[in-house]
């Protein structure tokens, strides 16, 4: 591949070349930008493009802007005619042309990163197939668990289980009752002790539900 001439001569074709498509693009570009467009068609090399970038707006013909390390260079507005009033007003349709594409394109973005991010949290077929098997699995269990249990004879019946918490009803209940009058004697022989609740519980060898983290079942 040709490395693009690099003489006086070439030097000057070559700011030609740039200062015409810089006009006629008239929007901005970088070196690089400008050597990759314009590289194939007028086989310029780099530093040809480089060199002549940086000629043009030391002469003022095209303008340079810097960006960190990077230098943009555009037409001078100042010296491209001015556009008429039948131009711009053929500019102002094409700006809301375009502005009504970028706004479809923009919606057409939104939708698609939308279903992107749904198919991305959605399983893929191989993660489906083995979810599927480990259900089977589930449900295999739970059958067999299922059929011992009807198979079991051990079985409580309807009536058992009535007896059952009917009987915890009244213990409970009577559970209460003897709490509640051991509770009112002890505040009565309290009355006249001369030392601490503690310390009569601790000489007569009293022990209380607490004692033993036992808590008395609610009322049903």
């Avoid at 009803?169 to 009058?181: A, F, G, P, S």
Wanted: aromatic residues 6%; contains cysteine.
């Amino acid at each position: 591949m040709s490395k693009g001439r690099e003489g006086p001569a070439a030097g000057g074709a070559a700011a030609a070349v740039l200062l015409r498509y810089l006009r006629e693009q008239n929007r901005p570009y970088s070196a690089q930008d400008a050597f990759g467009n314009l590289q194939r068609e007028h086989g310029l090399g780099k530093a040809a493009v480089v060199k002549a970038l940086e000629q043009l707006a030391q002469q003022g013909r095209v303008r340079e802007k810097a960006y960190g390390k990077q230098k943009i260079y555009f037409a001078d507005q100042e010296q491209l005619p001015a556009a008429s009033d039948a131009e711009l007003r053929g500019l102002d349709g094409e700006i809301a042309v375009l502005s009504s594409k970028v706004q479809a394109l923009q919606q057409s973005c939104r939708q698609m990163e939308a279903e992107l991010k749904d198919l991305n949290s959605s399983m893929t077929t191989s993660e489906m197939v083995r979810e599927i098997e480990e259900l089977r699995k589930d449900c295999a269990s739970y059958t067999e668990k299922l059929e011992m249990i009807k198979s079991a004879t051990n079985h409580v019946t309807p009536e058992e289980k009535e007896k059952v918490c009917s009987e915890q009803k009244l213990y409970c209940k009577e559970w209460r009752r003897r709490k509640r009058m051991a509770t009112e004697l002890l505040e009565a022989i309290l009355e006249g002790y001369p030392k601490s609740k503690k310390q009569f519980f601790e000489e007569v060898g009293i022990e209380t539900d607490e004692d033993h983290n036992v808590t008395l079942p609610a009322a049903v």
